[in-house]
Nanobody, 118 residues
Framework: QVQLVESGGGLVQAGGSLRLSCAAS????????MGWYRQAPGKQRELVAA???????NYADSVKGRFTISRDNAKNTAYLQMNSLKPEDTAVYYC????????????WGRGAQVTVSS
């Protein structure tokens, strides 16, 4: 069974840093892209950052210059380095993985809570 496990969340003061990790295991095959989404209370889930197998990245405007996504293809693991954290970054962060074709599935982790205090 495919499983995505996030780790590294927690409580941090504004201006601090956290690094999230997402490890994919099981018969997921070759992962084409991995990403991080987040959802704050009362808000829609939004894409934070994504990275393709070729290394192309995409970031939400709200995190550009502060967050960095990376991946270790050999370990099927993605990372999100979060610097200069703001209270507005408080949310549950979800890992997402999209296998390459012919897989028709996408996979999600259960989420990691990130809380940034003012």
């Amino acid at each position: 069974q495919v499983q995505l496990v996030e780790s590294g969340g927690g409580l941090v003061q504004a201006g601090g840093s956290l690094r999230l990790s997402c490890a994919a295991s099981g018969s997921i095959g070759t992962i084409g892209a991995m990403g991080w989404y987040r959802q704050a209370p009362g808000k829609q889930r939004e894409l934070v950052a994504a990275i393709t197998s070729g290394g192309s990245t995409n970031y939400a405007d709200s995190v550009k210059g502060r967050f960095t996504i990376s991946r270790d293809n050999a370990k099927n693991t993605a990372y999100l380095q979060m610097n200069s954290l703001k209270p507005e970054d408080t949310a549950v962060y979800y890992c997402n993985a999209v296998p390459r074709a012919p897989s028709p599935y996408t996979y999600w982790g259960r989420g990691a809570q990130v809380t940034v205090s003012s």
